[in-house]
């Protein structure tokens, strides 16, 4: 007596989306199901599909007349979008950008996302938007703030005392032998408020005190990488305070 075959389940085609998802990677894939493929097995697809997205296992998104699947930490996303467009907004400085020029700087599978995105990015005060009649235009909010420079109130912060910072600077140079250190460093020795250095450093930058450099990105720590300095699109880890 012939055995008959196992019937294709949910679980088989949840198997093999995630295993053809997982082969894809950041580039998504299209439906599994094909014109060739046979009713049963058609529709055991489409309903495993429905119900991972249901549950999380997958994202969808729509790519012109089609759709592509991810799994959902590789998935494009307004997240995604809107640190391609603070990049490029930054680069692009001082030059503002429109919603279109924006929308260029995105994948085609982010492009979806570019609203969304921008409002996030409005929301967080990273993209300052500028209007002129009924146009607009953005541009990089930390890019422009430090164009702009500290306020007066920044530059007098009493929480500031500059020999109390250089006498900590002397000390970082001569324990680590280089006249570069890390800003990071110079807030640890000294306790000073990370934003009350920052709009220091940055006033001493522009009297010509100060001289910044870029350091090692990859190899910064988290407490490196949040003091940093970013100007015209480019993040300084390292500060040298010229007598």
Request: hydrophobic letters at 45%; proline letters at 5%; aromatic letters at 4%.
């Amino acid at each position: 007596m012939a055995v008959r075959p196992r019937s294709f389940s949910i679980e088989d085609a949840r198997e093999k989306i995630t295993a053809r998802l997982r082969k894809a990677g950041a580039k998504g894939a299209l439906s599994p199901v094909t014109p060739k493929m046979s009713v049963e097995k058609r529709q055991t697809y489409e309903e495993a599909l429905i119900q991972m997205a249901g549950a999380g296992l997958l994202v969808a998104v729509a790519a012109g007349a089609k759709t592509r699947y991810f799994l959902p930490e590789l998935a494009p996303s307004a997240a995604s979008a809107a640190a391609k467009i603070e990049q490029a907004a930054a680069s692009k400085h001082p030059a503002v950008l429109s919603l279109v020029e924006l929308k260029k700087a995105l994948p085609t599978l982010e492009k979806p996302f570019v609203t969304e995105a921008v409002q996030q990015l409005e929301a967080d005060l990273r993209l300052i938007k500028l209007v002129h009649g009924k146009a607009f235009v953005f541009a990089h909010a930390e890019t422009l703030r430090t164009l702009l420079g500290p306020t007066a109130q920044e530059i007098q912060d009493p929480a500031i005392d500059p020999d109390r910072m250089r006498d900590a600077y002397r000390a970082l140079v001569a324990r680590g032998g280089f006249p570069a250190v890390q800003i990071a460093a110079l807030q640890r020795e000294t306790g000073a408020g990370l934003d009350e250095l920052k709009a220091w450093l940055l006033a001493e930058h522009r009297s010509g005190r100060a001289v910044f450099g870029l350091g090692d990105w990859s190899l910064a720590d988290l407490d490196a990488r949040a003091a940093a300095i970013e100007l015209r699109g480019e993040r300084h880890l390292l500060v040298r305070l010229e007598d």
